[in-house]
Structure formats: structure tokens, C-alpha cells
């Protein structure tokens, strides 16, 4: 092919890749967490700056096409906070529902089938560990609109550990997953909800944001699914996050319950949601 027309072809890709860009704009829906006066809102993202001029051609360098594509949005980072977020507000009768420890092959994709059955979404925090063997179940997470979350890599007692190791332990994960899933985790659970300063910098500096629960099932006890429903059912008040576990274990009872008190939260009146979140 001569130079003109391989030039005239390559301009022409160009001007319908900025249109592409140009009408790609999207908006998303807006939630507040908080422990008292610690609150995070979110709201559709800003616009990036447009995609830069090419250079003029040249018979000696011609770049590739990627590099005029609109630069990476710069991600924001969340506040070190000194106490992690517990609930969610402002949304009415919303509940959150958290899955720990996973995924696990044997209970995942039961919970994500009754999920699917009543179109809602969820938070799963994974284990790196776990989330490696795994990577199907962390895409279809994805492919279903569900959030994914850091768990650490081996679910150790971080309050023990030496901040070095502590970072090894979440970015080792938010690795893993964003390979996995597609993005990067924007939240964070620390194991046996054992939190301390490093632990809030460390995710802060990773672009996490902390979060908790408001209603534990203690399902990991065994307590029977009947015992679960009960604890979720009498927790339920708008705003709280639910603690559950996907993995760890047993969680035969976990997988029963959800199919038990999710439609009976559906039915009296609670919406089933997922956090979003924007930093300014």
C-alpha cells in the first residue's frame, strides 16, 4: 500500500475513533455510607479532557493509533478514615448484602443464581487466594453487575502484621482482582473486622474505602438456615449492611437462607442495592 493511502486510511480511523469517544458519556447512580459524620457521596463522573491532536505525519514516525485515544480518568482517593463505614443512608429502605471470603466453587455460584433470580446485586469480598483459583466466578461477578471487594490476600489478623506485609496482603489482592473482574476494588474488608491505623492508610492509598456491617448473620457458626433468616429479618432497617460468607467453609445453611429471607425482604418493601462512590 503507498504511503498516501496509508495515511489517508489511518486519519480516517482516527476521526471515528473521537466520534466514538465523543458519544460515550454515562451517567451513575448516586449513594451516601457513613458512620456518623463520616460520609462518602458519589455522582456520574466527570468528563475527561478530549483526546490530544496527532502529530503531523512523517515518512519517519507514524505512532500508534492507541496513543490518541482520551487519556485514563485520574482516580481520586478516599480520606484515611479512623473507623470503617457501617451503613448506608439516604436511600430509604435499602439493605446491602456482603458475601466474605470467597469465591468458593462449591457456594458461589448457588448465591449468584438467587441473586440472578431476583435481579438484585451484592458485594463479595475476596481472597486473593481464593479469587486466583477462581477467576471465572470474580467474571461473572462482573458479568452480572455485582461488586467486588478486598478481602486480603490469606485473611490474616492484619492487627499482627508489619505494615509491609499488610500492603503485600491488599494489593496483591486488588491485583488479582482487577485482572479478574475488570477494576480495581474501591472497597475493603479487613479480616475478622480487626482494623487498625495501617490498615485505613494502606487502603486509603490503594483507593479503598473501608466498610463493614451493621447486621451479622454469624452464619459461619452454623447456627442453621432457619437461625440466619431470623437474624436477617429482624436486622433489617434501611441502610444496613449485611454480613454473610460464601466461603470458609460449610456454607450449605447460607446458600439455603438468602433463598428464604431475600424474597421476603423483596416482599416487604426493601430494595436489595450495591454502593457506588465518587470522590471530588
Known amino acids: 500500500m503507498k504511503k498516501d493511502q496509508l495515511l489517508t486510511r489511518r486519519r480516517a480511523l482516527l476521526a471515528g475513533t473521537a466520534a466514538l469517544g465523543a458519544g460515550a458519556a454515562g ?32 515518512a519517519h514516525r507514524l505512532q500508534p493509533l492507541a496513543g490518541y485515544g482520551p487519556p485514563r480518568a485520574v482516580r481520586h482517593l478516599p480520606p484515611v478514615r479512623r473507623a470503617p463505614l457501617l451503613r448506608v443512608s439516604g436511600l430509604g429502605r435499602t439493605v446491602v448484602l456482603t458475601f466474605d471470603d470467597g469465591p468458593d466453587p462449591r457456594y458461589t455460584p448457588a448465591i449468584l443464581d438467587t441473586l440472578g433470580e431476583y435481579d438484585v446485586r451484592a458485594m463479595f469480598f475476596v481472597c486473593g487466594e481464593m479469587a486466583t483459583a477462581h477467576r471465572d466466578l470474580l467474571a461473572r461477578m462482573a458479568d452480572e453487575g455485582h461488586v467486588v471487594g478486598n478481602h486480603t490476600w490469606s485473611h490474616p489478623l492484619l492487627t499482627r502484621l508489619r505494615r509491609s506485609r499488610i500492603r503485600a496482603e491488599m494489593e496483591r489482592t486488588s491485583d488479582v482482582i482487577e485482572e479478574a473482574w475488570g477494576d480495581r476494588p474501591e472497597w475493603f474488608r479487613a479480616p475478622y473486622g480487626a482494623w487498625n491505623r495501617a490498615a485505613f492508610q494502606l487502603g486509603a492509598e490503594l483507593g479503598m474505602e473501608p466498610l463493614a456491617w451493621t447486621v451479622d448473620t454469624l452464619d459461619w457458626t452454623s447456627p442453621g438456615a432457619r437461625t440466619i433468616v431470623s437474624r436477617v429479618e429482624d436486622g433489617a432497617a434501611p441502610g444496613v449492611v449485611v454480613l454473610s460468607h460464601d466461603a470458609g467453609g460449610d456454607r450449605s445453611q447460607s446458600v439455603r437462607a438468602l433463598r428464604d429471607y431475600l424474597p421476603d425482604l423483596l416482599d416487604s418493601g426493601y430494595r436489595v442495592a450495591v454502593p457506588r462512590r465518587r470522590f471530588d
Open 27 to 58: 451517567t451513575a447512580g448516586l449513594f451516601t455510607l457513613g458512620t456518623g459524620d463520616a460520609t462518602v457521596g458519589s455522582a456520574a463522573p466527570a468528563a475527561g479532557p478530549p483526546a490530544r491532536r496527532p502529530l503531523k505525519p512523517s
